[in-house]
């Protein structure tokens, strides 16, 4: 392994190779702020040819590959991080030792920075799905907030009695789970032509577990085009975690813009599971925003609400709440730990 790696880094870190990730990334700053371009050319240009090419090519496979390149950079990290730390417990480092490791840092970072861009990253700078559809962004009244939570309390109440224990159980399966998120953009681009998805390439996160502690429900590898989805969150859930995540393989980089994709495909499919999952999400945004406002407005909407919505509310902040709780107990075990290694090593040295 540390002789593939030396090898590669040789290759690879050629003058020409220097020059090239520095003009590219040049280039990429400059074009970004140009939203209109991005659009026309990238977006709707460059972008999909390569999304498409890359769930063609990988989307069939039913584990992450993504997922294992991001493995891999893991293992790679740590061994460098071993190392660095071996060479200075035994004093090999100097200032040629540091060059190098910086020097190869700054490549690493402008290699990603290009490819990260070139994949995907330049969505972020786009126009955006508001000029999509035609909508006038503006700073909104505390009266319309009310008004827009309202609506989607009521909505919540309305579905939350018709996705019963036996659709949510369903998406326990992932295959239906990730069926159905594809049938719902499918049933959203007859609406809405820019949502179309073909082909899709939607996974489990390897990474699920380490998510609910990190606290990420899933996310998009521009590298491999996989969008990914925690399965192990409360299940509600889910539905809308998977549209929003190809949102992001359509293109949308944002996360509010990756909301409202999400948001047109639930609430279009026929599934209540899936309208209710969008809804659930929606109005704790909404009744969050509230209580930032006017708590006591919040209380009185959170007293209306269907006591399965309420029970879902607790469920899911129940979740993490015991997954911080597991994190704090790891990091108070560790301090303890390194706390009674410094105490011993002191009394050790009180002794001789």
């Given at each position: 392994?540390?002789?593939f790696?030396s090898r590669?880094?040789q290759?690879i870190?050629?003058g020409?190779t ?9 280039l ?13 050319n990238?977006t709707?240009?460059?972008?999909p040819?390569i999304s ?17 390149f991001?493995s891999f950079?893991?293992?790679v990290?740590?061994?460098k991080i071993?190392r660095?730390?071996?060479?200075i417990f035994k004093r090999k480092?100097n200032?040629a ?5 910086l020097r190869?840092l ?8 290009v ?15 508001a000029?999509?559809?035609g ?5 909104y ?5 009310d008004?827009?939570t309202?609506?989607l309390?009521k909505?919540?109440n309305d579905y ?5 224990p036996?659709?949510r159980?369903?998406f326990?399966k992932?295959r239906n789970l990730?069926?159905?998120s594809?049938?719902a ?15 899709k390439?939607?996974?489990?996160s ?14 998009y590898?521009?590298?491999?085009g ?11 859930t ?5 549209c ?5 393989q359509?293109g949308?980089g ?5 909301n ?7 609430r279009?499919?026929?599934s209540?599971?899936?309208r209710?999952?969008?809804?659930f999400?929606m109005?704790?945004y ?5 209580y930032?406002?006017d708590?006591a407005?919040?209380?009185i909407f959170q007293?209306n ?5 309420v029970?879902?509310?607790?469920e ?6 015991a997954?911080?709780q ?5 990091f108070r075990?560790?301090?303890?730990f ?6 011993k090593?002191?009394?050790?040295c009180?002794?001789?």
């Amino acid at each position: 392994m540390k002789e593939f790696l030396s090898r590669l880094f040789q290759r690879i870190m050629k003058g020409w190779t220097w020059a090239l990730l520095i003009v590219l990334a040049i280039l990429i700053k400059w074009v970004s702020l140009y939203p209109g371009w991005i659009e026309r050319n990238y977006t709707y240009g460059i972008y999909p040819v390569i999304s498409s090419m890359q769930r063609f090519l990988l989307g069939w496979i039913p584990f992450s590959i993504g997922d294992l390149f991001y493995s891999f950079l893991i293992i790679v990290i740590i061994v460098k991080i071993v190392r660095l730390f071996k060479a200075i417990f035994k004093r090999k480092v100097n200032r040629a030792f540091l060059l190098k490791g910086l020097r190869q840092l700054i490549f690493i970072f402008l290699l990603v920075y290009v490819f990260f861009n070139l994949l995907w990253g330049l969505n972020y700078n786009r126009i955006g799905i508001a000029k999509q559809l035609g909508l006038d962004m503006k700073k909104y009244s505390l009266e319309e907030l009310d008004t827009l939570t309202f609506i989607l309390q009521k909505r919540l109440n309305d579905y939350v009695l018709l996705a019963g224990p036996a659709q949510r159980d369903s998406f326990y399966k992932k295959r239906n789970l990730f069926r159905e998120s594809y049938e719902a953009y499918k049933d959203a681009a007859r609406q809405y032509a820019f949502l179309e998805y073909q082909p899709k390439s939607i996974k489990p996160s390897f990474f699920s577990y380490a998510g609910n502690v990190l606290g990420f429900q899933g996310y998009y590898n521009p590298f491999s085009g996989e969008a990914q989805v925690n399965t192990t969150v409360p299940v509600f859930t889910q539905p809308f975690i998977a549209c929003h995540e190809i949102g992001h393989q359509l293109g949308y980089g944002k996360e509010n813009e990756a909301n409202f994709s999400g948001f047109l495909a639930c609430r279009i499919h026929p599934s209540p599971a899936f309208r209710y999952s969008v809804y659930f999400d929606m109005y704790n945004y909404a009744i969050g925003e509230v209580y930032r406002r006017d708590t006591a407005a919040a209380r009185i909407f959170q007293q209306n609400l269907h006591p399965q919505a309420v029970k879902d509310i607790k469920e899911y902040r129940d979740f993490y709440l015991a997954k911080q709780q597991l994190v704090g107990k790891a990091f108070r075990s560790l301090a303890t730990f390194i706390l009674t290694l410094h105490l011993k090593g002191e009394i050790k040295c009180r002794i001789h």
